[in-house]
């Protein structure tokens, strides 16, 4: 599975109160989680994130188990997220509902806007004329991402 | 030898296994996306495990949207013949801890406090909605076990620190990501002075360090608190068994602390925060809501009178009901505080206490992430004899006054 896109550079501990506020939770809109994506860490962040690779620092998706918070990501472009490393819970959700999460535990050297593209079965990812590698994921999780998410890979199952 | 975590999920650390779990619970905030999913991928529900809904994070709902979503959640978990809790029976994790979840247990929750109730020796965490609907349909789901740190408490807390100051502490020697994959143990000889209270504390905190669960061994105060609940349990005994990391904690050393916001890991000691003005106080939730909570709030604040806006949300309906009974809530309402129903109250920045720009909370809730409970707002994170002191003078305080005995 191949990724692409330009980089969004964001800091570390990047917590899910801050990628969707609590006061956005109430609604199966999924359009309202991806128009106030991250607002509260950066108002006029949302509308770049489409077609974007976040470039985060460690433990990215902290706190809560709100799995609207990796949907609200996925709603609004997001081709992928890479980190050094990522809060346990976010990581699953993210899978499941199809956003490739890559584990670099080097960290990426991140220029805003540079291009990315990264291949998920060979755990390597190129950027800026550079390659780093990421930790693999396991087969079954880049089934259920090829799938488009856990419920695409349960219909497809049967 | 085994690890808690090991023993349980029947494999060694690292390895990948598909387990059926024998508890599932989802709240009002995750039931509706699990729902959404499920109806996706299935069109029944298997059993067992024994399935759960329960309303905590908006109750009663707080306008038509969340109450439409609410009614289609409650009228397919009665269908469904799940256990259901509607408004006012109070917080799912706190009503999994009067008596349903037993040592040795399997439990997923979708909110990530579910690690609350490892404090029965239980390996219990915290799932997505997605997650969740799988386990509707199919009574399974995969975990990787996790490597263990175990935190070693030796002494015993000197009043007025507790074991919020005990959880705060590690968290902030541990840091936000200092357990991320891996399950907390709590372990030493200390462990045998803390209450089942005190112990659900501990493990609430520890997803606030990035762990999968925190586990306490069930040992005699286990079992005298289920037996209280009508329910016999073995104790279980501990073996020798390697762990990643073992950090040492002497129990007497422990003060009254804060973390400030908007880090749960910025912990200080109050005195070195003494006097940051309060515009709201907040006594509640999963890790601070029960009934010996609320009774030592009413210890401090009984025949005076709180100086700021004091909200107070029980754990669960038996919470309220214990309070009505021992007279602890007609002291706390004499004292000026505001009670809510049962529930998670404004811990989540959803309604009833959401803070204004500008303003500071002091709350004995688990979050104090930036503007969690409203845009503007601050948190700085206490004990429940912490809040009292604080809730008295309007601004932040030392306990060591106030709870001298």
Redesign the interface.
Known sequence: MRIEGRAVCLGE?I?T??II???Y????DRSVWAEHVME?LDPDLAPRLRGAVIIAG??FG???????A?VALKEAGVAGIIAP?F???FF??AI??GLPLMECEDGCRCTEGDRISADLESGMVHMNGKDYSIRLL?P?MIAILSAG???EF??KKG | MSTLSERILGAPAGEFVDRAVDRAYVHDGTGVLTLEAWRQIADRVVTPPRFYVMFDHIVPANNSVTATLQHELRDFALEKGFCFSDVGGGISHQLMAEGEVMPGEIVVGADSHTCTLGAFGAFATGVGATDMAAIWASGCTWFRVPGTIALSLEGGLCAPAGAKDLALTYVGKLGMDGASYRALEFIGDGISSLEMDDRLTLCNLAVETGAKAGMCYADHTTRRYLAGRGKEIAIQAAEDCSYEREMAFDLNDVVPVVACPPRVDTVRPVTEVEGISLDQVFVGTCTNGRYSDLATLARGVRGKRVAVRTIVAPASESVLNEAVRTGVLADLVQAGCTILPPGCGPCLGAHMGVLGEGEVCLSTANRNFRNRMGVGGEIYLSSVETAAASALKGAITSPEDLYAD
């Open positions: 501990d917590d109160d801050l506020a609590g006061r939770l109430r609604t199966k509260d460690k433990n902290c706190g809560s188990s709100r799995e609207q990796a490393s809060a346990r819970i699953r959700n499941n509902v396991s079954r998410g856990l419920v349960w219909r």
